[in-house]
């Protein structure tokens, strides 16, 4: 996963499919073995309120890339180091918006399994894929990525 220039992040699996694997797993396991815990009104509340939430968003970071003429798949070298719009609050909106997507599904569905498999997907994400793109935007990018990290948080 590591790269050894700033050409790639070196990152091969793209996250929206780490984490499609991580819903699937999850629904398999609650398929053998379903666990109910969460109350009905949360499902019917909290799980919308996620989903809509992560789906409002991910125009925004979007419309980031766009402006700043650098690709949004993860296995490309970015281009600009983007500091406006969403990314003044967090260094990883769209991150924040698919895992906000997922488990919003998992609580629709009441899937301790899936919560837990999505767990395990943003473990990963956090300490592999995003430590790989960090890696290569401070190769990239030097000290003003240095700077906007120290200003702007990983999550939020």
């Known amino acids: 996963m590591q790269s050894s220039s700033n050409e790639t992040p070196g990152i091969r699996v793209i996250p929206p499919v780490i984490f499609l694997a991580a819903i699937f797993a999850g629904a398999a396991l609650d398929s053998v073995l379903p666990i109910d815990l969460i109350p009905g009104r949360m499902r019917i509340t909290l799980g919308p309120i996620l989903v809509v939430a992560s789906i409002a968003v991910m125009p925004w970071v979007l419309r980031g890339f766009k402006r700043a003429k650098t690709p949004f798949d993860t296995r490309r070298a970015a281009t600009t180091l983007i500091t406006h719009g969403v990314f ?26 899936m919560l837990a498999t999505i767990a395990l997907a ?13 890696r290569h935007l401070a190769a990239r990018f030097g000290d003003p990525y240095r700077q906007y990290k120290a200003r702007v948080r990983r999550w939020i």
């Open 88 to 113: 003044r609050f967090s260094r990883n909106p769209g991150y924040l918006a698919l895992i906000g997507l997922c488990l919003g599904v998992a609580v629709i569905m009441d899937s301790v399994w």
């Open 122 to 134: 943003t473990v990963y994400l956090d300490r592999v894929v995003i430590a790989a793109e960090e």
